[in-house]
């Protein structure tokens, strides 16, 4: 009975520094990329509000490039770039699409990277 209490002595230094890190490790990962996802989310927003746009299809794409944009400023989004909004007219048919990537420095000279393509098509009635 006695040696069997030996052997249950617990984590040693090493175990716990070891769980430590990973604990610290995913926290740091949490924190820098929760923003990006954040941003993702209000962009998906701003796209499926076009949809509630009245005669949306009928607008210029330099006008629907501007709303966007505005948009954009509005929530506090600043990674965006007017390169990455495509807009595609044909009659009746209006396709907005946005792709784009987002680089984040985590620790040094690791840097992590993420990238998003969402598009939507509205047709007019």
Do not use: C
């Amino acid at each position: 009975m006695r040696q069997n209490i030996k052997k249950q002595q617990g984590m040693t230094g090493m175990g716990w520094l070891t769980v430590l890190f990973l604990i610290g490790f995913f926290a740091l990962l949490t924190f820098k990329l929760a923003p990006i996802y954040l941003e993702n989310y209000s962009v998906k927003n701003i796209l499926h509000s076009f949809e509630e746009e009245p005669l949306i299809t009928t607008r210029s794409k330099a006008d629907i490039r501007r709303m966007f944009m505005s948009r954009l400023i509005t929530n506090g989004i600043r990674d965006l770039e007017k390169e990455n909004i495509k807009i595609v007219k044909k009659p009746g048919i209006l396709r907005i699409g946005v792709d784009y990537f987002v680089r984040k420095n985590m620790v040094g000279n690791i840097d992590v990277v993420v990238t998003f393509k969402k598009e939507i098509e509205l047709v007019s009635n």
